[in-house]
Structures are given as C-alpha cells and as structure tokens.
C-alpha cells in the first residue's frame, strides 16, 4: 500500500534543538560560569546528560517544562559544586531567552514539508514535549500550515516509544499503520517505537550512530538534496 501519511519528530528532526541548546548553555557558560575555570565541554555534557534523564518527568506529567529547566539547573550546579550569586531559576530564564532566540530548522525541513505537501501527503507530528511549545516552536519557524496534525505527550498522556501514541496519530489521520512512515532522529523513540506499532520507519541520523538493534528501516543523514528525501521517506528508494 502506498505511503499518504508522514509523521514526524520535531525536536532535531524538523527544527535544530542541538544548536539552539547549544547556543543557549554556551551563554550561560560564557556569561556565569566561565570564571570558574569549568570547560564548557565538561559543563554541556553534564547539562545533556541532565536533560535526557529529566525529561521523563515532562513525559509522565509529574513536572511542567519551566519546573525541568530551573531542576536542571540546580543538578547542573549541585553536581560541579557551584556556588554562584545567580540563582538556578536566573540561569534557567537565561537559557530560555538565548534558546528561544536561536530556533531555527535543520537545513532542508521546509522544502521537504512543501515537496511532501505538493504530493498530497498528509503530514503529522508525534512528540515527547508539551502543545503549547510546539505549537509556539511551529508559528516561529514559519511550518505551522504544513502540519496536519500535532500530537503531544500532554494531550495523548503517553509517550514515544509506546505504542498508543503512534496509534492516536494514525486514527487522528484515519489512516492504517501500512499507510504511514515514521521520520526521526531517536532510535528507541522513533524507530523502536513506530516498529512496535507497525509503522515503517527512516532514521535521521546525522551523527552517524550505530544502530541499536536489528530493526528495519531507511536510514538517512540530511534532510536535503529534497528529491531523494523524498523517495526515501515514500519508499521509493528503500535502504534497509
């Protein structure tokens, strides 16, 4: 059955979360932690390292996304020792001024979404963080009007990879798990999880990861030159 349905990630698949985190903590660094003598390398791979382990709390419900930021940074602070005149709540609304400032999309996304929408293609999200910052993300990145649907993990109540958020979007889009294809950058989100609920899957793997595991799918590194994005993600040019 042919593909009329793509569903995305948005967080380093479509819009370039690396660089605006990167952009934002290296900021902070510069601006309250740089007389300290902490390399900033040793301090941004703490703040992924924090980042990745408290999102679980977005997931689950337990902690609002401003209550994450300000907790990351006081772990950020506890584990280096840190005793600056700055609170945590201070270096986080730094951070999310600097972030908000450098949100931008990874080189390719827009002419993908047109190329897509000028197929027919019905074009969804599927992502682990919250309505209202994606739906600002999507107005400020100038995609909203591409997207079909959005489907977050406040309104679903789970998350990827389980299998009941792939298939709020499919019914969301009306279509059968053979209709759709899965594009994303997180291999146990993404990947594994649209493989749980029978959803073909292309990897966004710009850092040249390994695979974790034996499941199936295209594997692609940029978003971009569009045309042969766009065989990949129809499977037009299937690469397994």
Known sequence: MSTTVVLFDLDDTLFDHQYAAHMALKTVHAEFVAKTHIPFEVFE??????????????????????????LRFQQ???????????????????????????RQLIPGAQALLIA???????????????LNEQVDK???????????????VDVVGVGKPEPDIFHFALARHRCDPDQAV????SWENDIQGAANAGIRSVWLNRRHLPRAS????????????????VAVILGHNQNN
């Not at 337990?62 to 300000?70: F, G, H, I, Y």
């Open 45 to 70: 791979n703490v703040h992924w390292e924090l980042m990745d382990t408290l999102h679980r709390h977005i997931v689950s419900g337990e902690m609002s996304l401003d209550q994450v930021r300000v």
């Open 76 to 102: 950020l602070l506890a584990r280096f020792d840190l005793d600056l005149p700055h609170s945590p709540l201070q270096l986080a609304n730094r951070q999310r001024s600097v972030f908000l400032d450098n």
């Open 116 to 130: 897509l929408r000028q197929q027919g293609i019905q074009i969804g999200i599927i992502t682990n963080n919250t």
């Open 138 to 152: 999507l107005a400020h990145l100038g995609i909203a009007d591409f997207i079909d649907q959005l489907i977050t």
């Open 182 to 185: 899965m594009v994303g950058d």
């Open 214 to 229: 034996n499941t199936p799918c295209s594997e692609i590194h940029h978003l971009t030159p569009t045309d042969k994005t």
